[in-house]
Nanobody
Framework: QVQLVESGGGLVQAGGSLRLSCAASGRTFRTYNMGWFRQAPGKERECVAT????????YYADSVKGRFTISRDNAKNTMYLQMNNLKPEDTAVYYCGAGVVASRDPSNFDSWGQGTQVTVSS
């Protein structure tokens, strides 16, 4: 398994931007499919975006399409989520996950970070 650490969360006003990072340990990062998920209080964890091992294939939830961009740098063992035009409904704890199978289902991800809080004020 790979160990993951998220950073970059914080408090921002609606319309603002944040960039989340997910740093991975180990030399196998480049073999994993990666994803960003979020979980708001009282709600299930939902898939925000995923990226395959090479970075050549991405997926975005409809709610973030056109506002968020997922990317990865395999040389730096790091994945990113650029979040623009943030909305109050984006408020949640954001988690990065790593999995062998390309999926949007959290149960298919083998490793998780500790999460980083994103709060968007109106």
């Amino acid at each position: 398994q790979v160990q993951l650490v998220e950073s970059g969360g914080g408090l921002v006003q609606a319309g603002g931007s944040l960039r989340l990072s997910c740093a991975a340990s180990g030399r196998t990062f480049r073999t994993y499919n990666m994803g960003w998920f979020r979980q708001a209080p009282g709600k299930e964890r939902e898939c925000v975006a995923t990226i395959n091992w090479s970075g050549g294939s991405t997926y975005y939830a409809d709610s973030v399409k056109g506002r968020f961009t997922i990317s990865r740098d395999n040389a730096k063992n790091t994945m990113y989520l650029q979040m623009n035009n943030l909305k109050p409904e984006d408020t949640a704890v954001y988690y990065c996950g790593a999995g062998v199978v390309a999926s949007r289902d959290p149960s298919n991800f083998d490793s998780w970070g500790q999460g980083t809080q994103v709060t968007v004020s109106s």
